[in-house]
């Protein structure tokens, strides 16, 4: 059984690899079928009106792709489609057709590349998953502090769960942090730092102080040195309750929902 294409059935024409981190489908050989939704989401990234690019590379590899996130955090990617039938934001179906096999992109034949993302935006083999439900996320998410004064990173405590990173009366100058986007104000800079996912990074500057922390689709805090801890936050955007801190005032710990 398929759960992709619309017929139910589907040919495995290349698999799984450390270099090819998708499958590529059809329905039986040279034989094309509209693209169906493998679970109820929200599609999160849409490209179309590409055509056939060999040499592409990175994102563009995948010419026309719909991207869904879906409810337990996992994500579906469908490239090389020749039409898109869904756009960004909509929330679609478990079976709604989203487009239509392809040969877009860097591809030597129409078909579909089908991948399969956990929370942390990690490709995973989506074979298996080509009849089944997605898992469900129980991966503990961690967050973790450095201590500016002792010049360490603190230990790691788990959103949800632990109280807090951070050690009172030291400044913290950087977090890491799975799954989340984040970013973080560098207090002696003025300005926002760059923001890091998936802990490919951590946010900060170990030398300076943190006045401002913003964290997509989370509900966060900061305690100000010296200070209390200020209102929860679960926004980001430019408005004084859209970041947790206070601008010129240090960070010396931070707690996640
Ligand atoms: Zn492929």
Redesign the pocket.
Same mark, same amino acid.
């Given at each position: 059984m398929s759960r992709v294409l619309l017929n139910g059935v589907n040919q495995i024409t #290349?698999r799984y690899l450390s270099n +090819?981190k #998708?499958v590529?489908l059809v329905k039986k050989t040279n034989q094309l079928d509209t693209i169906i939704a493998h679970s109820d989401g929200v599609v999160v990234n849409v490209k179309k009106g590409l055509g056939n690019t060999p040499m592409a590379t990175n994102t563009a590899s995948y010419g026309n792709f719909v991207k869904i996130k879906h409810d337990n955090g996992y994500y579906t990617l469908y490239a090389h489609l020749k039409d898109v039938y869904v756009k960004e934001t909509q929330r679609v179906k478990k079976g709604e057709k989203i487009g239509y096999m392809g040969n877009s992109g860097n591809s030597y034949g129409a078909h579909l +590349?089908f991948e399969v993302r956990n929370p942390l935006d990690e490709r995973i083999d989506p074979t298996y998953y080509l009849d089944h439900d997605l898992p469900n996320f129980n991966r503990a998410i961690k967050y973790q502090a450095y201590d500016k004064v002792k010049k360490y990173w603190l230990p790691e405590v788990i959103v949800g769960k632990d109280d807090y990173a951070g050690n009172f009366g030291n400044p913290i100058s950087g977090i890491y942090l799975d799954y989340y986007k984040i970013r973080v104000h560098d207090l002696n800079k003025g300005y926002w730092l760059p923001w890091v996912t998936n802990r490919s990074d951590y946010a900060g500057n170990l030398n300076n102080s943190i006045d401002g922390v913003q964290i997509e689709n989370a509900t966060y805090r900061v305690h100000i040195k010296n200070g209390n801890w200020l209102s929860w936050v679960n926004k980001v955007d430019d408005t004084a309750d859209g970041y947790a801190g206070i601008y010129g005032k240090e960070i010396d710990a931070i707690q996640i929902k």
């Open positions: #290349g +090819h #998708g590529d +590349h």
